[in-house]
């Protein structure tokens, strides 16, 4: 019995519910039920008292947060260029020191005066070039460049040379005048950007950081140069002057203010580039003219006013002494998508006078012009276009060729138009048809006019039509073959004799037009079908009659 007594004790231990405290004992069954409803309480007289002399709503202060604006910067200098691109430019000191380039700012102007002596070329390479990582016979050399550079001698000179000599200039502007160091870094980029292109990639940048942070008009460059110069440069305004006499906007904006470069036309070859420049780039000057008498500035209202920050040198060895953040406001043209569009129609507008004028009959799509701006460059266009060229006759024929008597029999002869006479001829040569079909003793055609009616009212209602004979045509007649009698459908406009000769040739109708004007391309330089709306294809107008002389067609629409 103790054993179970102690046993009993000792299982106590597990009775956990001993050990929580006691609770009340609610009848089963029953649920209290808590009144949410709004009462009305009445404070005492006291207490309202006190609340009447201080609000219940306390106005608590709203934590402030400034803003960037707020925290700017305040511009060290600001001025306003000449250019009437550039408006304003504000220039900031530079946020933090560093100390890590001060070396190079010393050793810059401790060898500024050095002048070299006659030295065989060294090469040298570093990627970030210092005066401490060349030895003696590479540092004398260096001065024997840069002595000769000085003097207008341009020697050769590896990559790293030049870089050290534009961190020089950079570094070194109370020593050199900021007139002679912005002319040697663009005499350095035009001398030697030919063997190092990697130039063209930051030095139209670094010059305009330096121009903008010493107050400097933009060098002029060459204007035959402006696309590869400045294709990378992010503010292309500051090169191009505003003269009013003067084409260096309007190379600007040829280049890069619109979406059509013209040097990719199919028409643009070497013999016609020169009058491409020259009637486009005189195009564009027509428009920036219109625009500026239309709105009383040379770009207002087709352009915005933008405006860049930029920190200058990037990439650079500088000192924090001359390092600067630099805000430009300007007027755009290469960024403002409205005069982009208007450019490009200009273009195109242009360009479509001058194929005329070539006699191409293909013509580009042109929306943005209003009417006063195409008389504008209509009455610009009448002298300027070269005359218009006779048309091809031979493609072995040169040009200024004598044409050779047997070829002047195949001239067309001058008279009147006679539909009696049209009509005989038309019907001699069904008379000659159906020899020939009896000749072979082939069926005869079911189509074949009788009692006088004409070939055209027979081919209206027609399910098949022939195409003309092609042995003895012309070389597109020729080359065509077969496709001819397509070009004929496209002639009437039949879409379902074109689909239907599609299947025969187990083509898509899409297919068999491309095919036709990938030949008519190659030997006319020009498409003869165009879609027309309809799920067919009809021929272009202008083509007509030279298709009839080439035997193509045997009549037209």
Not at 434 to 439: D, M, Q
Request: aromatic share 10%; glycine share 6%.
């Amino acid at each position: 019995m103790p054993e179970n007594k102690d046993f009993s004790e000792k299982d106590a231990f597990w009775d956990l519910e001993s050990l929580l405290p006691p609770r009340d004992k609610k009848t089963a069954g029953k649920s209290e039920r808590r009144d949410t409803e709004a009462v009305e309480i009445t404070l005492p007289p006291t207490v309202a008292k006190a609340a009447a002399a201080e609000s219940l709503f306390v106005e608590h202060p709203v934590p402030s947060y400034a803003t960037d604006r707020a925290k700017r910067q305040v511009p060290s200098s600001s001025y306003h260029p000449q250019n009437a691109l550039l408006h304003e430019v504000r220039i900031y000191p530079w946020r933090t020191e560093y100390d890590y380039y001060e070396q190079f700012y010393r050793h810059a102007h401790q060898f500024a005066a050095c002048r070299g002596v006659p030295t065989a070329p060294q090469d040298f390479f570093s990627y970030m070039p210092q005066y401490t990582q060349m030895n003696a016979a590479q540092m004398s050399y260096y001065f024997w460049w840069r002595t000769n550079f000085c003097e207008g001698k341009c020697l050769p000179a590896a990559y790293s040379y030049l870089l050290l000599y534009l961190y020089e200039i950079i570094n070194l502007d109370d020593v050199l005048p900021p007139t002679k160091g912005q002319e040697n870094m663009l005499r350095l980029w035009l001398s030697y950007r030919e063997q190092y292109p990697r130039l063209d990639a930051f030095l139209c940048e670094w010059i305009v950081d330096y121009s903008l942070l010493h107050g400097l008009s933009a060098p002029e460059l060459p204007r035959a140069l402006y696309r590869e110069l400045l294709g990378t440069c992010r503010l292309k305004e500051f090169f191009v002057p505003l003269e009013e006499e003067g084409d260096a906007l309007s190379m600007a904006v040829l280049l890069f203010c619109n979406n059509y470069d013209y040097t990719k036309s199919k028409f643009y070859t070497k013999e016609s580039a020169a009058d491409f420049h020259r009637v486009l780039r005189g195009a564009i000057g027509v428009a920036l003219a219109h625009l500026k008498e239309r709105d009383g500035n040379l770009l207002t209202g087709a352009s915005g006013v933008s405006t860049v920050a930029r920190d200058t040198f990037v990439g650079a060895i500088c000192s924090y002494r001359l390092r600067r953040k630099i805000e430009v406001d300007f007027t755009s043209f290469s960024r403002t998508h409205e005069l982009r569009y208007l450019m490009s129609d200009v273009l195109k507008y242009a360009e479509n006078a001058l194929r005329a004028a070539r006699g191409i009959k293909s013509r580009l799509s042109v929306y943005a012009l209003d009417v006063p701006l195409r008389e504008a460059l209509d009455a610009y266009l009448v002298g300027v276009l070269p005359q218009r060229m006779p048309k091809t006759r031979t493609k072995s024929q040169k040009k200024g060729e004598e044409i050779p008597a047997y070829e002047r029999r195949y001239d067309l002869p001058v008279g009147e138009i006679s539909p009696e006479r049209a009509a005989e001829i038309e019907n001699a040569s069904w008379d000659t048809t159906k020899r020939l079909v009896e000749a072979f003793e082939t069926p005869i055609l079911e189509n074949i006019p009788q009692d006088g009616a004409s070939f055209t009212e027979i081919a209206q209602t027609s399910e098949e039509v022939q195409a003309p004979s092609v042995e003895s045509g012309s070389e597109l007649a020729v080359a065509l073959g077969e496709l001819c009698e397509f070009v004929q459908l496209a002639a009437l406009g039949d879409v379902a004799a074109q689909r239907a000769f599609a299947l025969r040739m187990h083509m898509m109708t899409d297919a068999v037009a491309d095919k036709i004007n990938t030949v008519s391309g190659d030997i006319l330089g020009d498409i003869i079908l165009e879609e027309a709306g309809n799920g067919g294809y009809a021929l272009v107008e202008d083509y007509t009659e030279e298709l009839k002389e080439m035997g193509v067609l045997s009549y037209g629409k």
